[in-house]
Nanobody, 126 residues
Framework: QVQLVESGGGLVQAGGSLRLSCVASGRTFSSSTMGWFRQAPGKEREFVAAISWSGAATYYADSVKGRFTISRDNVKNTLYLQMNSLKPEDMAVYYC???????????????????WGQGTQVTVSS
């Protein structure tokens, strides 16, 4: 099994930046696709960004393109989400997720992910 722990959330003003981190423990981390999802109050879980096991391929929701950057450090077993130019609409609980190694699948759908963190709150004030 893989355990994921997010950190880095907090309160920022609109236009500010935050960097989220997700520390993973488990043997499959370095060879798995990982992603970030978010859920605002009263809303469904939403895809934010994903990254391939090697870090060579990244994917972003249209709402965050140009503002957020996903990256990973397999040596440190850590996933990152750099969030710039934050907007009130970005306010949500952000979840780190990981897939088990697989030969095929999707980065976009939550059901493709096997492990989830507990989430970290991002609050954006105007």
């Amino acid at each position: 099994q893989v355990q994921l722990v997010e950190s880095g959330g907090g309160l920022v003003q609109a236009g500010g930046s935050l960097r989220l981190s997700c520390v993973a423990s488990g043997r499959t981390f370095s060879s798995s696709t990982m992603g970030w999802f978010r859920q605002a109050p009263g809303k469904e879980r939403e895809f934010v960004a994903a990254i391939s096991w090697s870090g060579a391929a990244t994917y972003y929701a249209d709402s965050v393109k140009g503002r957020f950057t996903i990256s990973r450090d397999n040596v440190k077993n850590t996933l990152y989400l750099q969030m710039n130019s934050l907007k009130p609409e970005d306010m949500a609980v952000y979840y780190c997720a990981a897939q088990v190694p697989k030969t095929s699948g999707s980065y976009y759908y939550a059901y493709e992910y096997d492990y989830w963190g507990q989430g970290t709150q991002v609050t954006v004030s105007s």
